[in-house]
T-cell receptor, first 114, second 115 residues
Framework: KQEVTQIPAALSVPEGENLVLNCSFT??????LQWFRQDPGKGLTSLLL?????REQTSGRLNASLDKSSGRSTLYIAASQPGDSATYLC?????????????FGTGTLLAVQP | NAGVMQNPRHLVRRRGQEARLRCSPV?????VYWYRQLPEEGLKFMVY????????ESGMPKERFSAEFPKEGPSILRIQQVVRGDSAAYFC?????????????FGPGTRLTVT
């Protein structure tokens, strides 16, 4: 059974700092891994999608890496800004018969202090 | 292009009432997934539907919950006789294909509060 863990659960950093969020999963049989951002009381914003054959994806100040064999992904945020404050979720799409559902971690709550 | 639409965005129901949550997928998408986010918990899969068919309902509570995705119209998640524990955010996602390498696109969610 696939399980997704995110560490740390919460993180507070000063503005301008580079930071890394971690995601680990127990079963390496995945199609892809996706990072989302969720603001309080809001929906999910997809940030980056990494297919299982890829090692990393970049979008602006964000870079996500995937090491499928070790069951790990990291989301790197460069030069953090107060507007980056949100909960960051990772989700994996495992081989799962007809469903291929997403399995989510519980998230990292990020606070960037001005 | 419109993304996934969900309505209502906020729904308040008294215990014992019925809640009906609607999801209109991205145009052309025939695969719909429902997820639930309980307070202080992560998102959990509930059900996967393809037009007129329930493919996987392994995450649905056995009683009071049902889902449909008719040939015409939105997908509906129905909760009968709601209880306080049903208070959560319910998210719908759609995809073009069931294949695992196709992305799921999420709606803004419906926040259900049971009083």
């Amino acid at each position: 059974k696939q399980e997704v863990t995110q560490i740390p659960a919460a993180l507070s950093v000063p503005e301008g700092e580079n930071l890394v969020l971690n995601c680990s999963f127990t079963d390496s049989a995945i199609y892809n891994l996706q990072w989302f951002r969720q603001d309080p009381g809001k929906g999910l914003t997809s940030l980056l999608l990494i297919q299982s054959s890829q090692r990393e994806q970049t979008s602006g100040r964000l870079n996500a890496s995937l090491d499928k064999s070790s069951g790990r992904s990291t989301l790197y945020i460069a030069a953090s800004q107060p507007g980056d404050s949100a909960t960051y979720l990772c989700a994996v799409r495992s081989y799962g018969g007809a469903t291929n559902k997403l399995i989510f971690g519980t998230g990292t709550l990020l606070a960037v202090q001005p | 292009n419109a993304g996934v639409m969900q309505n209502p965005r906020h729904l308040v129901r008294r215990r014992g009432q019925e809640a009906r949550l609607r999801c209109s997928p991205v145009k052309g998408h025939s695969h719909v997934y429902w997820y639930r986010q309980l307070p202080e918990e992560g998102l959990k899969f509930m059900v996967y539907l393809q037009k007129e068919n329930i493919i996987d309902e392994s995450g649905m509570p056995k009683e009071r919950f049902s889902a449909e995705f008719p040939k015409e119209g939105p997908s509906i998640l129905r909760i009968q006789q709601v209880v306080r524990g049903d208070s959560a955010a319910y998210f719908c996602a759609s995809s073009l294909s069931a294949s695992g390498d196709y992305e799921q696109y999420f709606g803004p969610g419906t926040r259900l509060t049971v009083t």
